[in-house]
């Protein structure tokens, strides 16, 4: 029996207003299994008036009240761990085991820490900056906020958008991939039964409806995690009637592996960080650029590393990932490697598995330059390239010489070369002997074409504030 998703408006469910559905597909069989709404500017409108009508009660609660409802949220996920986590996994094909511990207990753990920083708003102090008169620096939530989620992680990208903006006093507007609806209509289920009605909304359906929730007048904010080229459209789209902008883009995270390195290591760690999740992810370890005197002895263990790792169905606890998300996706990635110039040479993987769903296998590829359209572009697949590098100067020229600059890594026992390198990496991020840890508290997000805003962190929940300056007399 197929299954029913319906949008979440104003505290109900419903289905789109014309009755157009989408079909989501079980990547791991490549089969329907249910049906969204296809919601039109009629749905749009709706939730947008809902939002905006529930957004003065909320923007007036104080902080502590916040607190508690997000505080309640994180307990009622917790208390539905298994039906998100099977929500979840029916969407993506994720693995169950890796669902639960790695992406549904941050998820939580994000959701509180933003219930914390709901209480910890700072500004600078009150003065008096000119005779007779007081300053006031006041930090306000800035309105209704259209939010649209990416399919590689819908339910840890729905709390990075929902849980700061709530946390600010704000009123939402969320969008799930048109691929993977599932648990952000379950979240939906989960934070109607605490939140006033209209606060958070959820609206399905395909790139014309996020394209519609972001020219709509009544959003003062649109955030998208996504593609370049969907990034580039919302930032045109707001500038009409200059709403505020949170992109996270696209990544092509390079890991520097200097000869003093742990070898060992970086190879298991970069194959996790590669490979999880199928590759889907915009930190992924895609880029491995390593010192030319080690680079043969590298490229050697990366390959059987990547020949051991597995990919399969989501409750065999032996595989490191599922599926590809989609159709298209699978063939975005076979169309990388079919596209491979003469010079590249596949160590490892570059294939399909098996004939049913879209799973891909762990793919190393060396012999790469600087120039090939591997190198620079996101394949968003488990597909990891190696280029050899000379010193460290070139290492920078390698690793800064794309137009990606979300994340990076730095693999070296030398400490002073990895402050250096640190500081040269144009990324905003750069873990040392390690790839992909991400917490709550310290930000997430890049430079260039992976756009701008953080997510995470005081500075993410900032970016859902507004600042505004009070002045008043002292005289009678």
């Known amino acids: 029996m197929s299954t029913t998703f319906r949008n979440y408006i104003d505290g109900a469910f419903a289905d789109a207003s014309d009755g157009r559905t989408l079909d989501v597909v079980d990547p791991t069989t490549g089969e329907v299994y249910a049906t969204s709404p296809l919601s039109g500017p009629a749905d749009v409108d709706a939730a947008m008036a809902a939002a905006a009508a529930a957004f003065p009660g909320w923007r007036d609660t104080t902080p502590s009240v916040r607190q508690r409802a997000l505080l309640k949220i994180a307990d009622a996920m917790e208390a539905r761990a298994d039906d998100l986590v099977a929500a979840e996994s029916r969407d993506t094909g994720k693995p169950l085991h890796l669902l639960r511990s790695d992406e549904l207990a941050p998820a939580i753990d994000q959701v509180r820490f933003f219930a914390g920083a709901a209480r910890m708003l700072e500004g ?16 306000e939530p800035v309105g209704v906020c259209a939010q649209v989620a990416p399919w590689n992680y819908p339910l840890l990208m729905a709390v990075w958008k929902f849980a700061p903006a709530l946390a600010a006093g704000n009123a939402v507007v969320l969008k799930p991939s048109d691929t993977t609806p ?17 606060v ?95 680079h043969d002895e590298f490229v050697s263990a990366l390959a059987k590393a990547a020949a051991d790792t597995k990919t399969g ?60 359209e591997i190198v620079q572009q996101e394949v968003f697949g488990p597909v990891m390239t190696v280029q050899s590098f000379t010193d460290e100067a070139q290492a920078v020229e390698y690793a800064n010489g794309v137009e990606y600059a979300l994340a990076s890594s730095v693999w070296t026992k030398d400490h002073a070369r990895a402050m250096r390198m640190s500081k040269n990496l144009d990324f905003g991020c750069v873990w040392i002997n390690t790839h992909m840890a991400l917490v709550a508290e310290m930000p997430h997000g890049g430079f260039k074409k992976s756009g701008y805003g953080k997510d995470l962190s005081a500075y993410g929940f900032e970016d859902y504030t507004r600042i505004k300056h009070v002045m008043t007399s002292l005289d009678d």
């Open 124 to 139: 600078r102090s009150a003065g008096e900056y000119m005779e007779g008169l007081t300053s006031i620096i006041r930090r």
């Open 200 to 294: 958070f909304n959820v609206v399905c359906g395909d790139r014309e409806t996020g394209r519609a929730m972001v020219e709509h007048p009544t959003p003062a904010m649109a955030s998208i995690t996504g593609s370049v080229r969907a990034g580039m459209q919302v930032a045109e789209s707001a500038a009409k009637d200059v709403k505020r902008v949170h992109l996270e883009l696209g990544g092509k995270a390079p890991a520097v592996v200097f000869e003093d390195a742990d070898l060992a290591k970086a190879v298991d760690d970069l194959v996790v960080g590669g490979f999880f999740n199928a590759g889907q992810d915009c930190t992924a370890a895609t880029r491995v650029l390593v010192h030319e005197s080690v």
């Open 182 to 198: 599932a648990s952000t209509v379950l979240l939906a289920e989960i934070i109607g039964q605490i939140l006033p009605k209209g």
């Open 313 to 372: 169905l989501p409750d065999d606890e032996d595989v490191l990932y599922g599926p590809l998300n989609n159709a298209n996706q699978l063939a975005q990635v076979t169309g990388f490697i079919e596209r491979l110039p003469a010079h590249a040479k596949v160590e490892a993987g570059g294939h399909r598995v098996g004939d049913r769903g879209y799973f891909y296998a762990p793919t190393v590829v060396s012999g790469l330059r600087q120039d090939d």
